[in-house]
């Protein structure tokens, strides 16, 4: 702590005052610092309100500041009390300024050991002590100017407010001078210093498992807060007491151990922590067993130093008790007479081993059973209990030999001896009718350390007492197998089956055979042959025979019979790729030798013995002259060329041959191979489809190819000049059929609505409706248009497309419907009177004859002559032959047929009908 204040500490008068003498020179002004005190005077303030007339109290950063209110020569000598809080209890004490005012000079004098300086500060008085510097001697040796400290230490745990030590600087003559103070951890708030006399305290208990050291930095400062000494550190160790009991870790304690183990196994470590002193003999732990549940205290002991646990006794049973409660404790210093300790419970878990035997439990076995029973079936359970657990309870059951054990079988299911019929059983033939069996039951899992318990099993008795019932017959085997020849006959007895009744009842034989190869004989059981065998369709056959009563087969018994088919020699070698041989021969290549590709390869669907090796024989055919059959001995051969050069006009060749198989008899097969001769690449590629073999084709062959290309090209030709020729025609045609239509005339037809109306009561109506019968479509096809004459006509105008005349001719169907039409308008008598005008067909724009409407005529239909028609062209022959009064021969003297009047006209007026005729 900085001090820079002007202190002297003065004896106490008994009340625990505290004087200082202050000196106020009278040259001071108001406003001077006479007095700085440091921040261990807390909360410093005027005992009495009216002391603050003369002086005033400020806060500086170090502590106080004592301050003039007025001029130093208004200063009397007076007594200032002050008090403050020291921090101890909250208590407050007094400090006594004992103001004095004089000039400002230093003067020194000693009476009876107190020294006063007088200066500008004024006067310093302390009491001296006698205290002897650590490092001076007994003979009064002069005091250098050092620190005097040492290292101090304090027991935990002391109550507050004890005095640790007294510190003094070497400066420090007794004469209140030298003011202390602390720093560093721990300062203020568990170590004061008093400032003037150096005296260290401790203010709170300590606690040496918190903290067991404290380094505090001590410094002095003179009057004016100028260090005297640097600062000095001092350590402050806190002593050790016994004030912590051994600690256990936290939660249950846990420890397994096999039973039946060996006395001084080890089973854990125990292991507790004292947080005092491990140096002390109260730091030092030793372990006990306390009273336990049970008798655990006599089967554990505990190591007193190392805490280790282990076994005093070797009869361990975990079937007696599996779990035992250990209660340890832990004491520090037992030998000392205050001393703690603490408490834990150790559990210990005895772990199962194999030393205990299976029991049969609900005896005795006396299981009744049929005598018909299965072979198979289930005739009893037997059941142990093991004391022992998991897999130590584990057993096996063995039938003992002897006895009736060959009847019977075992097996362990489900930790149960399933007891089985192995034999049929008789009770005929079986003393007492009761079967004897010895079962033992034995532990499969068995500890070798465990040997000198001896053998851990148990055996029990089981007696199977057997009932009579009707028994079916039986067969003297489940699987019968035969053997017959393919080529048995019908009839050929195979082999007998055999059963017997145990009670000797006659029985019967019957057959289950979906194939219907074969019958069973219903006396003697004998099996044959009932259909054609062959074994390349089939080599074995499955059938199902029975014994008993024709109608109760349920309540018979059953066997199966198998049947193979053993092979004869009854089928020739035959190609593998069909009866159709061909190899290639390469006319190409004219080395003699060749070989000829593929190979001819056969199989035979006989067994091996009957089969291969082949043997391929040629015959006496020409072409033999050219090749020879070379037999590869693996169920192929080869053709070979046996001389250079073809004839390249020879394309094919046939060579009838000869394959016998290794069979008995041995049987043979004749085939023909044909060779072809084709060209062959340099890699042996054939190119039989290649038309050139020998680089030209027969004349002939050309010959017949040229006049089909020629006859080709002259009908193409043909047809193209036709239908060029057609082509021109019609568009001749067409061009004069569209040509001019200036004298084309369009009239209008005047509606009247009522009897005598004038011409202005009209309305007109484009007659181009009415112009046509039919016309071309957008498809080019002729397509007719029917009038509807029902009713009145529109007066709507409408466009019609051009006419396009049809340049074949008219059909003679036009013709028929003109006339059929024009009769029933003529005829119709019924319907209302007004003009009207049909026309059934137009001639077109492009005539030359212009319109030939009778309206423009200006003439009746009577008065017409159409002769003058024939002069116009052929054009207008039609018309000249539908209103002519004959019919013109053309030129190449054929007779035309007349056609369909281009323009026929009915109309009927408002003052009468007119008619026209054809």
């Not at 305290?201 to 640097?230: I, T, W």
């Not at 299976?358 to 005795?364: A, G, H, M, S, Y």
Request: glycine share 6%; charged share 25%.
């Amino acid at each position: 702590m900085e001090t820079i204040a002007l202190l002297l500490m003065l004896a106490t008068l008994g009340n625990a005052i505290t004087t200082i003498p202050v000196h106020v020179p009278q040259a001071a002004q108001t406003g001077d610092v006479i007095l700085r005190l440091p921040k261990v005077f807390r909360n410093l303030d005027f005992f009495e309100i009216e002391d603050g007339v003369m002086l005033k109290i400020t806060v500086a950063t170090y502590g106080y500041e004592i301050k003039l209110r007025v001029p130093g020569n208004a200063v009397q000598s007076q007594n200032v009390l002050l008090k403050y809080n020291s921090g101890e209890n909250g208590e407050y004490k007094l400090l006594k300024l004992k103001l004095r005012s004089e000039t400002p000079m230093l003067r020194s004098t000693k009476t009876e050991g107190i020294v006063e300086h007088r200066g500008l500060f004024g006067k310093l008085m302390s009491y001296s002590h006698d205290v002897t510097n650590q490092d001076a001697t007994s003979h009064g040796r002069s005091r250098q100017r050092r620190w005097v400290f040492n290292s101090y230490s304090v027991k935990e745990n002391r109550d507050p407010d004890q005095l640790i030590a007294k510190i003094r600087s070497s400066y420090d003559n007794f004469t209140g001078t030298v003011v202390y103070s602390i720093s560093g951890r721990g300062a203020d708030s568990l170590f004061q210093i008093e400032p003037l006399t150096g005296r260290l305290f401790v203010k709170q208990k300590l606690d040496r498992e918190m903290q067991s050291s404290y380094k505090l930095n001590v410094s002095a400062h003179d009057s004016m807060g100028n260090p005297l000494d640097p600062s000095s550190e001092i350590t402050i160790d806190v002593l050790d007491e016994n004030d912590n009991a051994p600690e256990f870790s936290a939660g249950k304690l846990h420890a397994r151990v096999k039973e039946r183990s060996p006395s001084g196994t080890k089973v854990t470590d125990v292991i507790a922590h004292d947080a005092d002193d491990p140096t002390q003999p109260y730091g030092q732990i030793r372990y006990s067993v306390l009273p336990s549940p049970g008798d655990a205290a006599t089967k554990f002991i505990i190591h007193h130093e190392r805490g280790t646990v282990s076994t005093i006794t070797s009869n361990l049973d975990r079937e007696e008790s599996d779990t035992y409660e250990l209660v340890i404790q832990a004491r520090d210093d037992p030998n000392a007479r205050l001393s703690f300790s603490s408490s834990t419970t150790l559990t210990i878990s005895v772990i199962d081993v194999n030393d205990n035997p299976p029991v049969f439990i609900n005896e005795p076995y006396t299981p009744r059973v049929p005598e018909d029973s299965k072979i198979g079936s289930e005739v009893v359970r037997l059941s142990t209990t093991d004391a022992d657990e998991a897999e130590n309870a584990q057993s096996v059951y063995i039938i003992e030999d002897g006895g009736d054990s060959a009847y019977f079988s075992i097996e362990t299911l489900d930790h149960q001896g399933v007891l089985k019929v192995k034999k049929r059983l008789d009770y005929e033939t079986t003393p007492n009718h009761q079967y004897h069996v010895k079962v033992r039951a034995r532990n499969t899992h068995l500890d070798p350390s465990l040997a000198y318990l001896g053998a851990l099993d148990d055996v029990t008795d089981v007696v199977i007492t057997v009932t009579d019932v009707n028994e079916p017959p039986e067969f003297t085997e489940v699987n019968f197998e035969f053997l017959v020849r393919e080529d048995a006959i019908r009839g050929f007895p195979i082999r007998a089956v055999t059963a017997s009744d145990p009670e000797g009842d006659i029985f019967s034989y019957f057959m289950k055979d979906e194939s219907k190869k074969f019958a069973i004989d219903p006396i003697s059981g004998m099996i044959s042959v009932a259909g054609k065998l062959d074994r390349e369709d089939k080599d074995t056959y499955d059938v199902t025979v029975y014994a008993g009563s024709p109608g109760a087969l349920e309540q018979g018994s059953s066997a199966r019979v198998t049947i193979s088919i053993s092979d004869v020699n009854d089928n020739p070698p035959r190609p593998l790729g069909g009866d159709k041989v061909e190899v290639v021969l390469c006319d190409n290549r004219h080395d003699k030798g060749q070989i000829l590709y593929p190979s001819i390869k056969f199989s035979d669907p006989d067994s091996e013995s009957n089969g291969a090796p082949f043997k391929f024989y040629s015959t006496d055919d020409d072409n033999y002259k050219h090749f020879e059959i070379i037999n590869n001995n693996d169920g192929s051969a080869n053709l070979r060329t046996v001389h250079k050069g073809y004839s390249s006009s020879i394309r094919e060749y046939k060579l009838p041959f000869i394959v016998e198989d290794n069979g008995r008899p041995k049987l043979n097969a004749s085939y023909t191979i044909t060779v072809r001769a084709c060209q062959c690449t340099d890699d042996g590629e054939e190119l039989c489809d290649v038309i050139a073999l020998t680089g030209a084709l027969p004349f002939e062959m050309l010959l017949v190819i040229l006049a089909v290309v020629v006859l080709l090209l002259v009908f193409v030709v043909v047809l193209i000049t036709v239908r060029r020729r057609r082509h021109n025609r019609a568009e001749l045609l067409l061009k004069a059929s569209i040509s001019s239509s200036e004298d084309d005339v369009r009239e209008n037809i005047i509606t009247y609505n009522e009897e005598g109306g004038g011409e202005e009561d009209t309305a007109a109506f484009d007659l181009s409706a009415l112009q046509r019968d039919y016309c071309s479509s957008s498809s080019g096809s002729q397509v007719k248009h029917r009038l509807d004459f029902s009713s009145p006509p529109s007066t709507k105008v409408s466009t019609v497309p051009p006419y396009v005349p049809n340049l074949n001719g008219v059909s003679p169907d036009i013709r028929d419907f003109i006339i059929d039409r024009k009769s029933a308008e003529d005829q119709d008598d019924a319907k209302l009177a007004f003009d009207s005008l049909q026309i059934y067909a137009y001639e077109g724009e492009g005539s030359d004859a212009g319109s030939l409407s009778s309206l423009a005529s200006g003439s009746d239909d009577s008065e017409q002559n159409y002769d003058y028609l024939r002069d116009w062209g052929p054009r207008f022959d039609r018309l000249a032959n539908i209103y002519g009064s004959g019919r013109p021969q053309l030129s190449d003297g054929e007779t035309r047929t007349p056609s369909p009047a281009n323009s026929h006209l009915s109309s009927r007026g408002t003052m009468g009908r007119r008619k026209t005729a054809l």
